[in-house]
């Protein structure tokens, strides 16, 4: 299960029990569009340090204060939405790293189990925590070979929905239009010797992924899991006429 991964948007602290014991390794959080706030999210990130389960947040803006705050609380990486062109992503994709490779400010505490850190640990916690450019606008396709290349971006998250709104082609559908903008993120991590990582929430789409070599795969949403769980038990409860 090393290569999967599930999407939250709702701060529920027995889903992420239960994630756990069912074998999934690594979350990924969504800011932007969720209900957590900070207080909670600091809480979350907490309980799942405690868990030995990586969190990966996706952020509610491209702005410094957005990434600080959630590495601050102790997160594992960083997608960045809303990234235009490649001089926006160097600017904000800088807030992820400590100097000399970016500019993020120390504030000690969870990071670094609140303790002062060494200039090794500083070292560290650059390679460790990832920051991963969301491709999600067509400024940022056109430019996402020179995004990959950048010191301070650790990976790429392309956003499929938006990326074909973008570029004036209404919903996606993973389409061949879709899939040929896919093969160029994915193309574009491979050749940087970067990782890429898909949201995929179809059969097509993880054959698709694990194909061009995608790193981690998103597979379900929280929403979807939640629908799925009660849809499974109304069609139980018709089958055994229960109800209609």
Known sequence: MDNVTLWMSQP????LEMSKLCGFKSLVV?????TFDLGTLDQFLAFAKALNIPTICKLIAPNVESVQQVLDFGASGVVIPH???????????????????????????????????????????????KCYAMIETAESLEDVEKIIALDTVDGLFPGPTDLALACGRGAYSFNEADRADLKRIARAAREAGKPWIMPAWTPAERQF????????????????????????????????????
């Not at 529920?12 to 889903?15: L, Q």
């Not at 090794?120 to 925590?129: E, M, S």
């Open 12 to 15: 529920h602290f027995s889903f």
């Open 30 to 34: 969504e800011l932007e569009h969720g």
């Open 83 to 129: 990234i235009r062109d490649v001089a926006h992503a160097a600017e904000i994709t800088k807030a992820a790293k400590y100097p000399p490779m970016g500019v993020r400010s120390f504030a000690g505490g969870r990071v670094f189990d609140y303790t002062r850190p060494s200039t090794t640990g500083i070292d560290d916690q650059n390679q460790l925590t």
């Open 209 to 244: 992924a694990i194909e061009e070599g995608a790193e981690l795969i998103v597979v379900a949403t929280q929403n979807m899991i939640i629908r799925s769980g009660i849809q499974s038990t109304v069609n139980m409860l018709k089958a055994e006429g229960v109800v209609a």
